[in-house]
Structure formats: structure tokens, C-alpha cells
T-cell receptor, first 113, second 112 residues
Framework: DTGVSQDPRHKITKRGQNVTFRCDPISEHNRLYWYRQTLGQGPEFLTY????????KSRLLSDRFSAERPKGSFSTLEIQRTEQGDSAMYLC???????????FGPGTRLTVL | GQQVMQIPQYQHVQEGEDFTTYCNSSTTLSNIQWYKQRPGGHPVFLIQ?????EVKKQKRLTFQFGEAKKNSSLHITATQTTDVGTYFC????????????FGTGTRLKVLA
């Protein structure tokens, strides 16, 4: 399967714990996005990478959230000191520079107890 | 900040009826994309519109981008049960950003 993959698919954690999610984009895709989606809402932009450079980050994102894409391939999203309000589906999407067509992964569903 | 609204929020149609969802942005867009998300699934890209007044068709789906590049619509002719899902538009402002703002979505149910 050459689609976007995300790991883990589900994560349950206690409030205050740190969590890290991984996204493996489609190879050769330069662009990588992270989104957060809650029930009944559209995906909410979190951050954008072009190759290994993080070029944009949502102003709504607190400093508890950090993302990396160290070699321009896979990416990680870390949430420190999780809160119940962080419970959501975290989606990763990748695309080519030339097309902008975003291919989404299956997402990581986070539940914070 | 930039907002993208969609109407209606929900739509129930009988199979064979037509369906339209409308997308309105508070700011001018460089392009707009449409996605379909099935229940329990992830968004799947349908199309991208770039030019003012652009119209594109995919079988029973017709997409339009407004002249002012602030609104868009998706029309489905003769809906089928396979059309069930939530349809999102996603727009990017004309400059200074890479991010796409997703609309609130229109959830379509098709009754057989």
C-alpha cells in the first residue's frame, strides 16, 4: 500500500501525559499537513511542512504541540501535558508541490481521560 | 480570521434526487478544493478549482468556482446511495499562507 499511513490508529492516555503520533506520507510528496478533526467538524489546520522545513503553524496551536519532519519524509506530532480538550482525530495529509491534491491518512484517534 | 461556511449543514434526499452544497469564504481564495468523507473514514480529494468562474464536471458531480473566487458549489445529479457522506470544501487565501481552511461540511444522506 503506497498511501499515507499513520501510527498508532488509536491512543488512549491520561490527562497530563505526553503522546507522539507518526505520519508516513506518500514517497516523493514534498508537502505534509497535520490537521485535527472533532466530531461534526471539518479538519482544522495545525501545521505545514515543505520537505523538512516547517513553514506554517496555526496560531491557535498552543506551545504544548510540536511537530517535526527531520529528513523530509515521515513526520511526528507530539502533544505534551495532554488535556481532555485535545481528544480528537489527528489527520496527516501529503501532496506534491505541483498539484496540491491532499492525500489523507486514516488518522490517529486520541482520547484523553 | 478567514472563515469558510457551508450550507446546508445536513441534507436528506431520496435516491435519484439532485443535491447541492454551497461554500462561502470571508476572503478571496487562490483555489478551492472539495473532499468527500464517508462515515468513519478520512477525507478523499475530489477536485481543485483555480480559475474565476471555473466549472468542472466529474460524471454526476458538477463543481463551480465563483467569479469573485469567494464561493463555490458542488452539485450532484441523480444521487445514489454511494453518494452518502460529508462533503467539505477547503480554501486557501490568495497569498501569505499555505494552509487550507476547511468548511463546516454538508452531511448528505440518501434514502433508497
Amino acid at each position: 500500500d503506497t498511501g499515507v499511513s499513520q501510527d498508532p490508529r488509536h491512543k488512549i492516555t491520561k490527562r497530563g501525559q505526553n503522546v507522539t503520533f507518526r505520519c508516513d506520507p506518500i514517497s516523493e510528496h514534498n508537502r505534509l499537513y497535520w490537521y485535527r478533526q472533532t466530531l461534526g467538524q471539518g479538519p482544522e489546520f495545525l501545521t505545514y511542512f515543505q520537505n523538512e522545513a516547517q513553514l506554517e503553524k496555526s496560531r491557535l496551536l498552543s506551545d504544548r504541540f510540536s511537530a517535526e519532519r527531520p529528513k523530509g519524509s515521515f513526520s511526528t506530532l507530539e502533544i505534551q501535558r495532554t488535556e481532555q480538550g485535545d481528544s480528537a482525530m489527528y489527520l496527516c495529509a501529503s501532496s506534491l508541490l505541483s498539484t496540491n491534491e491532499q492525500f489523507f491518512g486514516p488518522g490517529t484517534r486520541l482520547t484523553v481521560l | 480570521g478567514q472563515q469558510v461556511m457551508q450550507i446546508p449543514q445536513y441534507q436528506h434526499v431520496q435516491e435519484g434526487e439532485d443535491f447541492t452544497t454551497y461554500c462561502n469564504s470571508s476572503t478571496t481564495l487562490s483555489n478551492i478544493q472539495w473532499y468527500k468523507q464517508r462515515p468513519g473514514g478520512h477525507p478523499v480529494f475530489l477536485i481543485q478549482l483555480v480559475k474565476s468562474g471555473e466549472v468542472k464536471k466529474q460524471k454526476r458531480l458538477t463543481f463551480q468556482f465563483g467569479e469573485a473566487k469567494k464561493n463555490s458549489s458542488l452539485h450532484i445529479t441523480a444521487t445514489q446511495t454511494t453518494d452518502v457522506g460529508t462533503y467539505f470544501c477547503a480554501g486557501r487565501k490568495t497569498s501569505g499562507t499555505y494552509k487550507y481552511i476547511f468548511g463546516t461540511g454538508t452531511r448528505l444522506k440518501v434514502l433508497a
